[in-house]
Protein backbone atom coordinates (compact mmCIF):
# COMPACT_ATOMS: atom_id res chain seq x y z
CA UNK A 1 0.00 0.00 0.00
CA UNK A 2 2.58 2.16 1.00
CA UNK A 3 4.81 1.50 -2.92
CA UNK A 4 0.96 2.62 -4.42
CA UNK A 5 0.26 5.65 -1.99
CA UNK A 6 3.68 6.57 -2.75
CA UNK A 7 3.42 5.91 -6.72
CA UNK A 8 -0.36 7.79 -6.56
CA UNK A 9 1.44 11.20 -5.17
CA UNK A 10 4.10 10.82 -7.08
CA UNK A 11 1.56 11.22 -10.47
CA UNK A 12 -0.30 14.05 -9.04
CA UNK A 13 3.00 15.84 -8.08
CA UNK A 14 4.58 15.25 -11.73
CA UNK A 15 1.07 14.57 -13.99
CA UNK A 16 1.71 17.78 -16.13
CA UNK A 17 4.96 16.28 -16.89
CA UNK A 18 4.18 12.68 -17.41
CA UNK A 19 1.12 14.12 -19.65
CA UNK A 20 3.39 16.26 -21.72
CA UNK A 21 6.00 13.03 -22.11
CA UNK A 22 3.18 10.74 -23.16
CA UNK A 23 2.04 13.28 -26.15
CA UNK A 24 5.76 13.96 -27.24
CA UNK A 25 5.91 9.62 -26.98
CA UNK A 26 2.90 9.13 -28.51
CA UNK A 27 3.04 12.04 -30.71
CA UNK A 28 6.34 10.59 -31.85
CA UNK A 29 5.06 7.40 -32.89
CA UNK A 30 2.17 8.24 -34.81
CA UNK A 31 4.41 10.93 -36.65
CA UNK A 32 7.04 7.78 -37.54
CA UNK A 33 4.11 5.61 -38.61
CA UNK A 34 2.95 8.50 -41.04
CA UNK A 35 6.01 9.30 -42.66
CA UNK A 36 7.10 5.47 -42.41
CA UNK A 37 3.59 4.66 -44.65
CA UNK A 38 3.85 7.98 -46.66
CA UNK A 39 8.13 6.63 -47.46
CA UNK A 40 6.16 3.25 -48.31
CA UNK A 41 3.52 5.14 -51.13
CA UNK A 42 6.13 7.30 -51.83
CA UNK A 43 8.44 4.41 -53.24
CA UNK A 44 5.55 2.02 -54.28
CA UNK A 45 4.72 4.75 -56.49
CA UNK A 46 7.77 5.52 -57.89
CA UNK A 47 8.56 1.63 -58.56
CA UNK A 48 5.21 1.97 -59.97
CA UNK A 49 6.15 4.57 -62.17
CA UNK A 50 9.17 3.25 -62.96
CA UNK A 51 7.55 0.17 -64.28
CA UNK A 52 4.92 2.06 -66.31
CA UNK A 53 7.54 3.64 -67.94
CA UNK A 54 9.37 0.61 -68.43
CA UNK A 55 6.66 -0.94 -69.46
CA UNK A 56 5.55 1.23 -72.12
CA UNK A 57 8.98 2.13 -73.38
CA UNK A 58 9.11 -1.82 -74.05
CA UNK A 59 5.80 -1.85 -75.78
CA UNK A 60 6.89 1.21 -77.75
CA UNK A 61 10.15 -0.59 -79.32
CA UNK A 62 8.09 -3.74 -79.69
CA UNK A 63 5.98 -1.55 -81.72
CA UNK A 64 8.49 0.16 -83.65
CA UNK A 65 10.20 -3.68 -84.59
CA UNK A 66 6.99 -5.04 -85.71
CA UNK A 67 6.63 -1.79 -88.03
CA UNK A 68 10.04 -2.97 -89.20
CA UNK A 69 8.59 -6.23 -90.06
CA UNK A 70 5.61 -5.37 -91.13
CA UNK A 71 6.76 -3.43 -93.66
CA UNK A 72 9.11 -6.25 -95.42
CA UNK A 73 6.37 -8.52 -95.03
CA UNK A 74 4.60 -5.84 -97.65
CA UNK A 75 7.43 -5.16 -99.64
CA UNK A 76 7.42 -8.26 -102.14
CA UNK A 77 3.55 -7.26 -103.13
CA UNK A 78 4.43 -3.64 -103.77
CA UNK A 79 7.38 -4.98 -106.06
CA UNK A 80 5.69 -7.18 -107.98
CA UNK A 81 3.63 -4.92 -109.53
CA UNK A 82 6.22 -2.27 -109.52
CA UNK A 83 8.56 -4.64 -111.41
CA UNK A 84 6.06 -6.14 -113.64
CA UNK A 85 4.67 -2.52 -114.41
CA UNK A 86 8.27 -0.84 -115.28
CA UNK A 87 9.97 -4.30 -116.84
CA UNK A 88 13.58 -2.35 -117.65
CA UNK A 89 15.34 -5.45 -117.75
CA UNK A 90 13.36 -6.88 -120.65
CA UNK A 91 14.25 -3.70 -122.73
CA UNK A 92 17.67 -4.23 -122.01
CA UNK A 93 17.48 -7.84 -123.05
CA UNK A 94 16.23 -6.71 -126.62
CA UNK A 95 19.19 -4.44 -127.42
CA UNK A 96 21.81 -7.10 -125.89
CA UNK A 97 19.44 -9.63 -128.15
CA UNK A 98 19.96 -7.99 -131.02
CA UNK A 99 23.30 -6.79 -130.50
CA UNK A 100 24.23 -10.58 -130.24
CA UNK A 101 22.84 -11.34 -133.51
CA UNK A 102 24.61 -8.50 -134.95
CA UNK A 103 27.73 -9.58 -134.02
CA UNK A 104 26.68 -13.07 -135.30
CA UNK A 105 25.53 -11.29 -138.61
CA UNK A 106 28.92 -9.33 -138.88
CA UNK A 107 30.84 -12.64 -138.70
CA UNK A 108 28.89 -14.20 -141.35
CA UNK A 109 28.98 -11.30 -143.58
CA UNK A 110 32.73 -11.61 -143.30
CA UNK A 111 33.52 -14.65 -143.58
CA UNK A 112 30.61 -14.79 -146.98
CA UNK A 113 32.82 -11.92 -148.24
CA UNK A 114 36.15 -14.07 -147.93
CA UNK A 115 35.03 -17.24 -149.44
CA UNK A 116 33.75 -15.05 -152.35
CA UNK A 117 37.01 -13.53 -152.84
CA UNK A 118 38.91 -16.82 -152.42
CA UNK A 119 36.05 -17.95 -154.53
CA UNK A 120 37.19 -15.17 -157.31
CA UNK A 121 40.77 -15.69 -156.82
CA UNK A 122 40.75 -19.58 -157.52
CA UNK A 123 38.63 -18.60 -160.76
CA UNK A 124 41.17 -16.16 -162.42
CA UNK A 125 43.63 -18.18 -161.48
CA UNK A 126 42.36 -21.36 -163.06
CA UNK A 127 41.64 -19.03 -166.26
CA UNK A 128 45.24 -17.51 -166.43
CA UNK A 129 46.58 -20.85 -166.49
CA UNK A 130 44.39 -21.67 -169.25
CA UNK A 131 44.81 -18.84 -171.23
CA UNK A 132 48.42 -20.25 -170.74
CA UNK A 133 48.69 -23.51 -172.04
CA UNK A 134 46.11 -22.76 -174.71
CA UNK A 135 49.16 -19.80 -176.03
CA UNK A 136 51.77 -22.98 -175.23
CA UNK A 137 49.95 -25.05 -177.31
CA UNK A 138 49.56 -22.98 -180.17
CA UNK A 139 53.31 -22.18 -180.11
CA UNK A 140 54.13 -25.76 -180.80
CA UNK A 141 52.29 -26.85 -183.00
CA UNK A 142 53.26 -23.47 -185.24
CA UNK A 143 57.04 -24.35 -184.86
CA UNK A 144 56.35 -28.09 -185.83
CA UNK A 145 55.08 -26.70 -189.16
CA UNK A 146 57.57 -24.26 -190.02
CA UNK A 147 60.55 -26.20 -189.08
CA UNK A 148 61.60 -25.70 -193.06
CA UNK A 149 60.40 -22.67 -193.84
CA UNK A 150 62.95 -19.30 -193.71
CA UNK A 151 64.00 -16.71 -190.86
CA UNK A 152 60.79 -14.64 -192.05
CA UNK A 153 58.28 -16.93 -191.55
CA UNK A 154 59.97 -17.38 -188.11
CA UNK A 155 59.41 -14.02 -187.06
CA UNK A 156 55.57 -14.09 -188.40
CA UNK A 157 55.10 -16.97 -185.50
CA UNK A 158 56.44 -15.34 -183.06
CA UNK A 159 54.39 -12.14 -183.52
CA UNK A 160 51.38 -13.82 -183.65
CA UNK A 161 52.14 -15.73 -180.27
CA UNK A 162 52.77 -12.37 -178.55
CA UNK A 163 49.50 -11.33 -179.65
CA UNK A 164 47.59 -14.27 -178.44
CA UNK A 165 49.42 -14.29 -175.18
CA UNK A 166 48.13 -10.25 -174.81
CA UNK A 167 44.81 -11.51 -175.80
CA UNK A 168 44.45 -14.31 -173.06
CA UNK A 169 45.63 -12.17 -170.11
CA UNK A 170 43.09 -9.70 -171.48
CA UNK A 171 40.37 -12.18 -171.53
CA UNK A 172 41.33 -12.49 -167.90
CA UNK A 173 41.51 -9.24 -166.54
CA UNK A 174 37.68 -8.59 -168.26
CA UNK A 175 36.72 -11.93 -165.92
CA UNK A 176 38.24 -11.11 -162.94
CA UNK A 177 36.49 -7.38 -163.00
CA UNK A 178 33.37 -8.63 -164.11
CA UNK A 179 33.55 -10.95 -160.47
CA UNK A 180 34.31 -8.05 -158.77
CA UNK A 181 31.54 -6.11 -160.00
CA UNK A 182 29.21 -8.90 -159.51
CA UNK A 183 29.92 -9.40 -156.32
CA UNK A 184 29.54 -5.67 -154.94
CA UNK A 185 26.28 -5.72 -156.72
CA UNK A 186 25.79 -9.15 -154.32
CA UNK A 187 26.66 -7.27 -151.33
CA UNK A 188 24.12 -3.81 -152.29
CA UNK A 189 21.51 -6.27 -152.66
CA UNK A 190 22.47 -8.46 -148.94
CA UNK A 191 22.50 -4.14 -147.49
CA UNK A 192 19.22 -3.76 -148.66
CA UNK A 193 17.76 -7.14 -148.05
CA UNK A 194 15.38 -6.79 -144.76
CA UNK A 195 16.96 -7.48 -141.12
CA UNK A 196 17.36 -11.04 -139.24
CA UNK A 197 14.44 -11.32 -136.92
CA UNK A 198 15.82 -10.01 -133.81
CA UNK A 199 17.91 -7.25 -135.39
CA UNK A 200 16.44 -3.56 -134.61
CA UNK A 201 17.23 -0.41 -136.86
CA UNK A 202 18.45 2.72 -135.44
CA UNK A 203 14.94 3.88 -135.24
CA UNK A 204 13.76 0.96 -132.90
CA UNK A 205 16.77 1.46 -131.11
CA UNK A 206 16.75 4.55 -130.24
CA UNK A 207 12.72 4.54 -128.78
CA UNK A 208 13.98 1.72 -126.92
CA UNK A 209 16.71 3.63 -125.48
CA UNK A 210 14.61 6.69 -124.86
CA UNK A 211 11.95 4.65 -122.77
CA UNK A 212 14.79 2.83 -120.27
CA UNK A 213 15.80 6.45 -119.82
CA UNK A 214 12.79 7.36 -118.60
CA UNK A 215 11.38 4.22 -116.94
CA UNK A 216 15.29 4.12 -115.24
CA UNK A 217 14.09 6.68 -113.13
CA UNK A 218 10.53 6.16 -112.89
CA UNK A 219 10.78 3.09 -111.22
CA UNK A 220 13.64 3.86 -108.83
CA UNK A 221 11.73 7.17 -107.82
CA UNK A 222 8.30 5.12 -107.30
CA UNK A 223 10.33 2.72 -105.14
CA UNK A 224 11.75 5.24 -103.27
CA UNK A 225 8.18 7.16 -102.82
CA UNK A 226 6.39 4.36 -102.32
CA UNK A 227 8.37 2.19 -99.72
CA UNK A 228 8.89 5.85 -97.76
CA UNK A 229 5.28 6.54 -97.92
CA UNK A 230 4.07 2.72 -96.66
CA UNK A 231 6.92 2.76 -93.65
CA UNK A 232 5.23 6.07 -92.71
CA UNK A 233 2.02 4.60 -92.89
CA UNK A 234 2.75 1.48 -90.67
CA UNK A 235 4.01 3.22 -88.00
CA UNK A 236 1.23 5.42 -87.76
CA UNK A 237 -1.49 2.35 -87.84
CA UNK A 238 0.76 0.24 -85.66
CA UNK A 239 0.98 3.31 -83.01
CA UNK A 240 -2.35 3.99 -82.75
CA UNK A 241 -3.26 0.38 -82.77
CA UNK A 242 -0.36 0.19 -79.58
CA UNK A 243 -1.35 3.46 -77.87
CA UNK A 244 -5.05 2.04 -77.66
CA UNK A 245 -4.29 -1.37 -76.60
CA UNK A 246 -2.04 0.42 -73.88
CA UNK A 247 -5.10 2.59 -72.81
CA UNK A 248 -7.42 -0.47 -72.84
CA UNK A 249 -4.77 -2.67 -70.64
CA UNK A 250 -3.92 -0.04 -68.07
CA UNK A 251 -8.26 0.66 -67.86
CA UNK A 252 -8.91 -3.24 -66.60
CA UNK A 253 -5.54 -2.93 -64.85
CA UNK A 254 -7.51 0.44 -62.58
CA UNK A 255 -10.60 -2.45 -61.91
CA UNK A 256 -11.05 -4.50 -58.97
CA UNK A 257 -9.41 -7.21 -60.53
CA UNK A 258 -6.56 -8.06 -59.38
CA UNK A 259 -4.93 -8.76 -62.26
CA UNK A 260 -4.93 -7.75 -66.18
CA UNK A 261 -7.84 -9.45 -67.86
CA UNK A 262 -7.42 -9.73 -71.98
CA UNK A 263 -10.53 -9.51 -73.85
CA UNK A 264 -11.17 -12.45 -76.32
CA UNK A 265 -13.26 -12.60 -79.05
CA UNK A 266 -16.67 -13.40 -78.26
CA UNK A 267 -17.06 -11.69 -74.93
CA UNK A 268 -18.73 -8.23 -73.98
CA UNK A 269 -16.07 -5.71 -75.07
CA UNK A 270 -15.31 -2.89 -72.18
CA UNK A 271 -15.57 0.59 -73.19
CA UNK A 272 -13.12 1.31 -75.25
CA UNK A 273 -12.23 -1.92 -76.87
CA UNK A 274 -10.66 -2.61 -80.19
CA UNK A 275 -12.76 -5.27 -81.68
CA UNK A 276 -9.96 -7.77 -83.42
CA UNK A 277 -11.88 -7.87 -87.01
CA UNK A 278 -11.76 -3.83 -86.85
CA UNK A 279 -8.45 -4.23 -85.90
CA UNK A 280 -7.62 -6.43 -89.06
CA UNK A 281 -9.27 -4.10 -91.22
CA UNK A 282 -7.62 -1.09 -90.12
CA UNK A 283 -4.26 -2.57 -90.85
CA UNK A 284 -5.73 -3.83 -94.24
CA UNK A 285 -6.36 -0.25 -95.03
CA UNK A 286 -2.44 -0.46 -96.87
CA UNK A 287 -4.09 -2.19 -99.13
CA UNK A 288 -5.05 1.19 -101.19
CA UNK A 289 -1.44 2.14 -101.48
CA UNK A 290 -0.22 -1.49 -102.41
CA UNK A 291 -2.51 -1.69 -105.10
CA UNK A 292 -3.55 1.98 -106.07
CA UNK A 293 -1.98 4.74 -104.34
CA UNK A 294 1.42 3.49 -106.13
CA UNK A 295 0.15 4.00 -109.28
CA UNK A 296 -1.18 7.52 -108.84
CA UNK A 297 2.31 8.32 -107.49
CA UNK A 298 4.08 6.68 -110.50
CA UNK A 299 2.02 9.03 -112.65
CA UNK A 300 3.12 11.66 -111.35
CA UNK A 301 6.81 11.12 -111.36
CA UNK A 302 6.33 10.33 -115.13
CA UNK A 303 5.11 13.38 -115.45
CA UNK A 304 8.01 15.03 -113.84
CA UNK A 305 10.79 12.82 -115.03
CA UNK A 306 9.40 13.48 -119.14
CA UNK A 307 9.57 17.50 -118.09
CA UNK A 308 12.94 17.19 -116.67
CA UNK A 309 14.60 14.12 -117.74
CA UNK A 310 13.59 13.65 -121.64
CA UNK A 311 14.92 16.73 -123.32
CA UNK A 312 18.34 15.55 -122.04
CA UNK A 313 20.31 13.44 -124.62
CA UNK A 314 21.38 10.22 -123.71
CA UNK A 315 24.83 11.32 -124.81
CA UNK A 316 25.00 14.15 -122.78
CA UNK A 317 28.07 13.74 -119.83
CA UNK A 318 26.95 14.92 -116.46
CA UNK A 319 29.38 15.09 -113.42
CA UNK A 320 28.09 14.77 -109.71
CA UNK A 321 26.89 18.12 -109.10
CA UNK A 322 24.67 18.20 -112.65
CA UNK A 323 23.77 15.24 -111.23
CA UNK A 324 22.50 16.82 -108.07
CA UNK A 325 20.51 19.26 -109.71
CA UNK A 326 18.88 17.11 -111.76
CA UNK A 327 17.94 15.14 -108.99
CA UNK A 328 17.17 18.32 -106.58
CA UNK A 329 14.67 19.43 -109.81
CA UNK A 330 12.83 16.21 -110.02
CA UNK A 331 12.13 16.16 -106.45
CA UNK A 332 10.72 19.40 -106.51
CA UNK A 333 8.85 19.21 -109.26
CA UNK A 334 7.32 15.74 -107.70
CA UNK A 335 6.74 17.13 -104.13
CA UNK A 336 5.85 20.71 -104.47
CA UNK A 337 2.65 22.36 -106.55
CA UNK A 338 2.72 25.03 -108.95
CA UNK A 339 2.48 27.54 -106.00
CA UNK A 340 5.56 25.64 -104.38
CA UNK A 341 3.46 24.28 -101.60
CA UNK A 342 3.91 20.95 -100.74
CA UNK A 343 1.23 18.45 -101.74
CA UNK A 344 -0.80 16.15 -99.91
CA UNK A 345 -0.01 12.82 -100.18
CA UNK A 346 -3.30 11.10 -98.43
CA UNK A 347 -4.92 10.05 -101.64
CA UNK A 348 -2.31 8.22 -102.03
CA UNK A 349 -1.89 6.31 -98.69
CA UNK A 350 -5.80 5.66 -97.88
CA UNK A 351 -8.89 5.88 -99.83
CA UNK A 352 -10.83 8.98 -99.94
CA UNK A 353 -14.38 7.87 -100.24
CA UNK A 354 -16.79 5.46 -98.64
CA UNK A 355 -17.17 3.53 -102.03
CA UNK A 356 -13.23 3.67 -102.16
CA UNK A 357 -13.05 2.68 -98.93
CA UNK A 358 -15.40 -0.50 -99.43
CA UNK A 359 -13.16 -1.18 -101.81
CA UNK A 360 -10.21 -1.06 -100.15
CA UNK A 361 -12.43 -3.92 -97.95
CA UNK A 362 -13.01 -6.35 -100.24
CA UNK A 363 -9.71 -5.96 -101.87
CA UNK A 364 -7.78 -7.05 -98.65
CA UNK A 365 -10.20 -9.70 -98.55
CA UNK A 366 -13.08 -9.06 -95.85
CA UNK A 367 -16.51 -10.48 -98.03
CA UNK A 368 -18.94 -8.03 -96.07
CA UNK A 369 -20.26 -4.64 -95.89
CA UNK A 370 -18.86 -1.53 -94.05
CA UNK A 371 -19.07 -2.34 -90.23
CA UNK A 372 -21.07 -0.41 -88.76
CA UNK A 373 -20.04 1.67 -85.57
CA UNK A 374 -21.00 0.73 -82.17
CA UNK A 375 -20.32 3.30 -79.03
CA UNK A 376 -19.04 0.26 -77.18
CA UNK A 377 -15.76 -0.25 -79.49
CA UNK A 378 -13.40 1.79 -81.20
CA UNK A 379 -14.38 2.27 -85.24
CA UNK A 380 -12.59 1.77 -88.26
CA UNK A 381 -14.00 5.49 -88.75
CA UNK A 382 -12.42 6.76 -86.08
CA UNK A 383 -9.04 4.55 -86.72
CA UNK A 384 -9.05 6.05 -90.21
CA UNK A 385 -10.19 9.04 -89.13
CA UNK A 386 -7.24 9.86 -87.03
CA UNK A 387 -4.94 8.71 -89.47
CA UNK A 388 -5.38 10.81 -92.05
CA UNK A 389 -5.74 14.01 -89.33
CA UNK A 390 -1.82 12.85 -88.83
CA UNK A 391 -1.39 12.69 -92.45
CA UNK A 392 -2.49 16.17 -93.35
CA UNK A 393 -0.69 17.78 -89.72
CA UNK A 394 2.58 19.40 -90.58
CA UNK A 395 4.66 16.99 -88.66
CA UNK A 396 3.85 14.66 -91.10
CA UNK A 397 5.59 17.18 -93.90
CA UNK A 398 8.76 17.23 -91.59
CA UNK A 399 9.37 13.63 -91.15
CA UNK A 400 8.75 12.82 -94.31
CA UNK A 401 10.86 15.00 -95.74
CA UNK A 402 13.83 13.92 -93.12
CA UNK A 403 12.75 10.28 -94.58
CA UNK A 404 13.12 11.35 -98.00
CA UNK A 405 16.35 12.99 -97.68
CA UNK A 406 17.92 10.32 -95.44
CA UNK A 407 16.96 7.63 -98.55
CA UNK A 408 17.67 9.73 -101.26
CA UNK A 409 21.42 10.21 -100.04
CA UNK A 410 21.39 6.49 -100.43
CA UNK A 411 20.78 6.50 -104.10
CA UNK A 412 22.75 9.56 -104.82
CA UNK A 413 25.83 7.42 -103.06
CA UNK A 414 25.02 4.33 -105.07
CA UNK A 415 23.78 5.75 -108.30
CA UNK A 416 26.16 9.14 -108.45
CA UNK A 417 28.72 9.38 -105.70
CA UNK A 418 30.39 5.75 -106.69
CA UNK A 419 30.71 6.54 -110.46
CA UNK A 420 31.58 10.19 -110.26
CA UNK A 421 33.72 10.39 -107.26
CA UNK A 422 36.56 8.97 -105.96
CA UNK A 423 36.31 6.03 -103.29
CA UNK A 424 37.00 7.84 -100.36
CA UNK A 425 34.60 11.10 -101.42
CA UNK A 426 31.73 9.13 -102.08
CA UNK A 427 32.08 7.24 -98.56
CA UNK A 428 32.08 11.07 -96.94
CA UNK A 429 28.45 11.53 -98.63
CA UNK A 430 27.05 7.95 -98.79
CA UNK A 431 24.36 8.61 -95.70
CA UNK A 432 23.66 12.15 -93.57
CA UNK A 433 23.80 9.76 -90.80
CA UNK A 434 27.37 10.66 -90.52
CA UNK A 435 28.42 14.17 -89.72
CA UNK A 436 31.33 15.83 -91.57
CA UNK A 437 33.56 17.82 -90.10
CA UNK A 438 33.26 21.74 -91.68
CA UNK A 439 36.58 21.47 -92.96
CA UNK A 440 35.45 18.18 -94.77
CA UNK A 441 32.75 19.49 -96.21
CA UNK A 442 34.71 22.74 -97.71
CA UNK A 443 37.30 20.04 -98.92
CA UNK A 444 34.22 18.21 -100.26
CA UNK A 445 32.71 20.95 -102.03
CA UNK A 446 36.09 22.08 -103.59
CA UNK A 447 36.48 18.68 -104.97
CA UNK A 448 33.25 17.67 -106.26
CA UNK A 449 33.53 20.32 -108.98
CA UNK A 450 36.42 18.56 -110.45
CA UNK A 451 34.37 15.20 -110.72
CA UNK A 452 34.73 12.60 -113.35
CA UNK A 453 32.15 12.87 -116.13
CA UNK A 454 29.97 9.95 -117.53
CA UNK A 455 27.52 9.92 -120.39
CA UNK A 456 23.31 9.51 -119.32
CA UNK A 457 23.16 6.40 -121.20
CA UNK A 458 26.19 4.69 -119.06
CA UNK A 459 24.54 5.60 -115.97
CA UNK A 460 21.38 4.60 -116.30
CA UNK A 461 21.63 1.01 -115.39
CA UNK A 462 23.14 1.84 -111.61
CA UNK A 463 20.46 3.82 -111.65
CA UNK A 464 17.67 1.19 -112.83
CA UNK A 465 19.44 -1.10 -110.30
CA UNK A 466 18.12 1.14 -107.45
CA UNK A 467 14.68 0.00 -107.70
CA UNK A 468 15.48 -3.55 -106.67
CA UNK A 469 17.58 -2.59 -103.87
CA UNK A 470 14.71 -0.39 -102.38
CA UNK A 471 12.26 -2.81 -102.47
CA UNK A 472 14.45 -5.47 -101.35
CA UNK A 473 14.51 -3.72 -98.32
CA UNK A 474 17.91 -4.09 -96.67
CA UNK A 475 19.94 -0.57 -97.09
CA UNK A 476 17.45 1.44 -97.70
CA UNK A 477 14.54 0.44 -94.84
CA UNK A 478 17.25 0.21 -92.39
CA UNK A 479 17.89 3.67 -92.98
CA UNK A 480 14.66 4.33 -91.79
CA UNK A 481 15.39 3.07 -88.10
CA UNK A 482 18.02 6.12 -87.58
CA UNK A 483 15.77 8.83 -88.48
CA UNK A 484 14.97 10.51 -85.33
CA UNK A 485 12.34 12.68 -86.35
CA UNK A 486 10.50 9.43 -87.07
CA UNK A 487 11.16 7.94 -84.34
CA UNK A 488 9.87 11.37 -82.33
CA UNK A 489 6.75 10.91 -84.74
CA UNK A 490 6.15 7.74 -83.31
CA UNK A 491 6.10 8.58 -79.87
CA UNK A 492 4.07 11.63 -80.34
CA UNK A 493 1.09 9.00 -81.79
CA UNK A 494 1.36 6.55 -79.29
CA UNK A 495 1.71 9.07 -76.53
CA UNK A 496 -0.92 11.25 -77.80
CA UNK A 497 -4.04 10.05 -75.39
CA UNK A 498 -6.37 12.60 -75.51
CA UNK A 499 -9.91 11.37 -74.86
CA UNK A 500 -8.93 7.97 -74.59
CA UNK A 501 -7.37 8.69 -71.31
CA UNK A 502 -10.80 9.78 -69.79
CA UNK A 503 -11.76 5.46 -69.84
CA UNK A 504 -8.51 4.26 -67.75
Known sequence: MTLITSLKGYIKRHRQGLLITATIAGGGYLAGKYASNKLRDIQEKSTNERLAKENLKRRFQQ???????????????????????????RDWA?????????????KLKQEREQAAIFKEEQEAMNQ????????????????????????????????????????????????????????????NEADQQPLTPGILNKKDKHLIWEDIKTKSFIRSLTSIYSVTLLTLLTHIQLNLLGRFTYIWSVSVLNKSEPTIRLQQEGEEPDVGFLDPQIERMFLSASWW????????????????????????????????????????KLRKRIEYDEDDKPISYRSWMLPDTEEEELECIRGAGFNEEYPKEDASTISLRKLLDETKD?????????????????????????????????????????????????????????????SKKMTLANLLPTIGRQSHLVIAGNEYLNAFAYIKELQAFSALIYTHYGNEANIA
Request: with cysteine.
Open 63 to 89: NQNDCVFTVLSLLPTLGDQVLSEMNIE
Open 94 to 106: KLQESRKLEKIEL
Open 128 to 187: LNDSVMTADSVVLVENNQVQDEGKSNEQATEQNTKDSIENGQQGVLDSSVGSLASSTTIE
Open 289 to 328: LLHRGWKVCAKRIEEAVNDVISSIPLKSTLNYREAEELMN
Open 390 to 450: FIDGPDFHRVLNSCLNEVFAIFDHHAFATPLLPQNESYMISSSIREISPAEALQLEKEQGN
